[in-house]
């Protein structure tokens, strides 16, 4: 297995389409990073570049402290998994996931004792002898991981590989990602996907993409509880962050906001005395409101409710252009076309200025 270094990466087509720039990473043996971003971002082209698919512009990527930016891809150590799964539809499940080893001249006793070994770790023994049409989605694309699996590699790429799959299908193979990850610990593993569930519960770190470079990389829940921007903040969690605006009047270990409509938030985030009059925008995420009769961060008319069971989604009369959304344990349908005033704990509460966060200063 192997350590990974992406040291000033661009990617640019046609020298003047640039789709990424400055792209420093490391990612060391062991780890599962998920690159997530909004559509166009660049997380599978970057995938593909470290895979060999794609040219690197400038910069150099380091596979075990190798430069390996005009490496082939077949000699880089990676194998892939890929949104559609590729398979041969003439050739059973243990031809599919022997056919790289029988190219690279593996012997018959190699093979065999590594397709077992990957079959019998994807819960793949009982189909090893039928074609991929006779197969579910879930069952080819695990086919798609054992394949790679047998191989071997130094670094395992997947390209939104549950994609294509439906919800019930997507919750049951993503668990088996995580159950696999745990069974080869020292994998090297990098996953793409738009989907924040998966990047939240399969992830060592997130790499968050945005602007053509990384807005942010951490652990999932420092994303969620300490984002550095307002996209990060807005992107990672759902329903997205709410974003209220107001001006900061008191300043220190505590900060009081007095809120643009008219309320107060209370905010863990220290400030300066020269942040005393700046305007910022308080953050709080739907499931971190709660009612409050005090003073309100927010009071607004509830316009819809969703009572999903556990949750209630309360959504605020617009009053401006970003919707205001509360969660709520428990079933409140009642609250609909009722006015709520909404507070949160201060450890909740985040302070943005110009797009950044005032907690990263």
Known sequence: MANLKLSGVRKAYGGTVEVLKDIDLEIEQGELVVFVGPSGCGKSTLLRMIAGLEKITDGTLEID??????????????????????????????????????????????????????????????????????????????????????????????????????????????????????????????????????????ASRIVVLANKGIAQVGPPLELYEKPRTEFVAQFIGSPAMNMLQGEIVETGERTRVKMANGGEAVSAVPTREEDRGKRVNVGVRPEDFAETE?????????????????????????????????????????????????????AKVHLFHEGQSLLWR
């Not at 991981?145 to 390209?159: A, N, Q, T």
């Open 65 to 202: 402290g190798q430069v390996v930016n005009d490496v082939p891809p077949a000699q880089r150590g990676i194998a892939m998994v890929f949104q559609s799964y590729a398979l041969y539809p003439h050739m059973t499940v243990r031809d599919n996931m022997s056919f790289a080893l029988k190219i690279a001249k593996k012997s018959k006793d190699e093979i065999e004792a590594a397709v077992d070994k990957a079959a019998k770790m994807l819960q793949l023994e009982p189909y090893l002898d039928r074609l991929p049409k006779a197969l579910s989605g879930g069952q080819r694309q695990r086919v798609a991981i054992g394949r790679s699996i047998v191989r071997d590699p130094k670094v395992y790429l997947f390209d939104e590989p549950l994609s294509n799959l439906d919800a019930a299908l997507r919750v049951a193979t993503r668990i088996e990602i995580a159950q696999l990850k745990e069974q080869m610990p020292d994998s090297t593993m990098i996953y793409v996907t738009h989907d924040q569930i998966e990047a939240m519960t399969l």
């Open 294 to 346: 005090g003073t309100p961060i927010y009071r607004g008319k509830v316009d819809i409710t969703e009572a999903l069971g556990e949750v209630t989604l309360l959504y605020f009369e617009a009053q401006s252009d970003e919707p205001v959304i509360g969660k709520l344990p428990g079933v409140h349908a009642d609250l609909r076309g009722r006015e709520v005033a909404m507070s949160a704990d201060p």
